[in-house]
């Protein structure tokens, strides 16, 4: 019984001996099948590290602020009985621009004058009175408080009808009208924005590390997606608080508006040079694979009369449009791909075309902007 239960073991194992040399046999002539396999050739295109001259500059996102703008309103309530302007125009400061009912106010006020009128005729009789010495020196006192008195209710009286009349504070432009004729209003309600639009304000914020290298007096250079043409004003304020929540500051400039063509609240794209240009290396962005391990170039080198790539690894800097900065690890004149490097590995053959070969714009812009 043991001498055929061996027998069985030896032929169980001979058997799956032949299969898993088999299956060794094959995979090893398919990782030898694979490894002698030469490479497909990839199309590409191509580039030239170049050099250009470069500004060092900070970048950042602001927002246009008019230096004076506000709701207006008026200070009492009552009655809107004239509306003295034109929406969207543009008004001087002391300009009226709203009346409230005050024909109460009004009436109120012809008393109140009577009444100063009376205590100055009883003043002056009390004074004639005085050198007759008829009357106390006590009793002209009285009658001059009494004067002064209302001649005080005089002026509170028109300083009340005064509020009564809607004026603008500054120079600028008018929004939407939000009121009517007849409506009446409360003190605070809105009647309609005036913003003061030349110069206006650009506030942006920057990482504490820029502290040392942003001034007074610094020009800027800014964007907005309603317009083409760059604007530039100078630093006028910077703020003297980090903000500890998220470590940086705030920067104000001022920047002159006269064609009125930035209003406040419009996103703007801020470019700040802090540096004398120098020579850079430069390649379009998408010559660049980009890792966590670390950034690489596919450097374009002839193997006879085959063309192949070498990966490289390099440091890169900043960007400007479709160019990167690369710092360190190419030299100029070196060629790179600048596209189809998703299907490149090291030492792979490759042949180059000239079509849809990469933008190289440091300032791209849409056809339609």
Not at 310 to 337: H, K, S, Y
């Amino acid at each position: 019984m043991s001498k055929r239960f061996i027998l069985m073991l030896l032929g169980v194992s001979l058997v799956f001996g032949g299969i898993f040399g088999f299956k060794w046999f094959i995979d090893g002539q398919i990782s030898a099948f694979f490894d002698t396999m030469p490479l497909p050739t990839a199309t590409i295109t191509a580039t030239e590290a170049r050099t250009d001259r470069w500004a060092a500059e900070i970048r950042a996102v602001g927002t246009l602020e008019a230096v004076q703008g506000t709701i207006l309103s008026t200070e009492v309530g009552g009655i809107v009985r004239e509306i003295l302007f034109e929406p969207g125009s543009e008004v001087m400061a002391g300009t009226a621009l709203l009346r409230l009912d005050s024909e109460t106010s009004e009436a109120e006020l012809g008393s109140l004058r009577a009444a100063a009128r009376l205590a100055e005729q009883e003043l002056e009789r009390a004074r004639q009175l005085a050198r007759e010495r008829n009357i106390s020196e006590a009793e002209v006192q009285r009658r001059q408080s009494e004067a002064e008195q209302a001649r005080a209710a005089v002026q509170a009286q028109q300083a009340r009808i005064n509020q009564k009349t809607l004026r603008a504070p500054f120079d600028g432009v008018l929004g939407i009208r939000r009121v009517n004729l007849g409506q009446y209003l409360s003190p605070g309600d809105g009647v309609v924005a005036l913003e003061s639009l030349d110069p206006i304000y650009l506030n942006f914020t920057l990482p504490e590390r820029r502290l040392g290298q942003v001034r007074r007096g610094q020009t800027v250079t800014l964007e907005v997606d309603a317009d083409t043409e760059r604007f530039q004003g100078t630093i006028s304020t910077i703020e003297p608080r980090v903000r500890a929540a998220s470590r940086s500051f705030e920067v104000q400039a001022r920047v002159d508006n006269a064609d009125k063509r930035l209003r406040p609240g419009q996103f703007a794209r801020v470019e700040l040079v802090i540096g004398e240009p120098e020579d850079v290396i430069v390649l379009p962005q998408t010559s660049i694979r980009f890792n966590t391990f670390g950034n690489s170039v596919f450097v374009i080198y002839e193997d006879g009369d085959t063309l192949r790539v070498r990966e490289r690894f390099v440091q890169t800097g900043e960007r400007r449009g479709d160019l990167i900065r690369v710092i360190d690890g190419l030299e100029p004149g070196e060629r790179v791909a600048s596209s189809g490097l998703l299907k490149l590995q090291n030492e792979a053959p490759v042949q180059i075309t000239d079509e849809a070969q990469p933008s190289e714009d440091p300032d791209p812009r849409p056809g339609n902007a």
